[in-house]
């Protein structure tokens, strides 16, 4: 899987909206970009995925650049709850062979401020 | 309602001993996993299963023996316990062949003393 890097903190206003950035420049085509969190003390919680369309679900959106080596994931209107480790993972999909496993970086610690 | 859970929550045992963490998933999943996320909060595959066959093994002691009774089911068996077994361990849980997102158990807090 390839590697990604991403800032180990950033700070958000509360209904505001919060943009975290990703860089995963070795990414190979058969990779899809991954974003889960992890709300402190709880599991992961997969948010979005995505290959090389932008996507958007109920949770957030996900913009991947046209050469897919950088995406961005945007939470529209940050609130307090929203405050995680927030993982941007590429990874195959659905390859047994691969195991399907997630490779966990060490991700943005989001604060979300009031 | 809840669809991965581990039991127990929390687990505080000493070292030597041998412990089990249960985990059950209620989606219809094909895949589950085991993760570790030690005391720095690095999340780290440990296990695959996909239709109880194992897929994934990535260099656990052979302490740590994984057990998948059926699609629903993948329990963690761990013997000789030691101080660097202390860490949450997660279960999670896949569709590969559909959505590949994994679904993640609420985690179990294993305390070797």
């Known amino acids: 899987d390839a590697k990604t890097t991403q800032p180990p903190s950033m700070d958000c206003a509360e209904g505001r909206a919060a943009n975290l950035p990703c860089n995963h420049s070795t990414i190979s085509g058969n990779e899809y970009v991954y974003w889960y969190r992890q709300i402190h003390s709880q599991g992961p919680q997969y948010i979005i995925h995505?290959?090389?369309n932008n996507e958007t679900n109920e949770m957030a959106s996900l913009i991947i650049t046209e050469d897919r080596k950088s995406s961005t994931l945007i939470l529209p209107h940050a609130t307090l709850r929203d405050t995680a480790v927030y993982y941007c993972i590429v990874r195959v999909r659905g390859i047994k062979a691969a195991g399907n496993k997630l490779t966990f970086g060490g991700g943005t610690r989001v604060l979300v401020k009031p | 309602d809840t669809a991965v859970s581990q039991t127990p929550k929390y687990l505080v045992t000493q070292m030597g001993n041998d412990k089990s963490i249960k985990c059950e998933q209620n989606?219809?999943?094909?895949?589950m996993y085991w993760y570790k996320q030690d005391s720095k909060k690095f999340l780290k595959i440990m296990f695959s299963y996909n239709n109880k066959e194992l897929i994934i093994n990535e260099t656990v002691p052979n302490r740590f023996s994984p057990k998948s009774p059926d699609k629903a089911h993948l329990n963690l068996h761990i013997n000789s316990l030691e101080l660097g077994d202390s860490a949450v361990y997660f279960c999670a849980s896949s569709q590969e062949d559909i959505s590949s997102e994994q679904y993640f158990g609420p985690g179990t807090r294993l305390t070797v003393t």
């Open positions: 989606l219809g999943h094909d895949t």
């Open positions: 995505g290959l090389k």
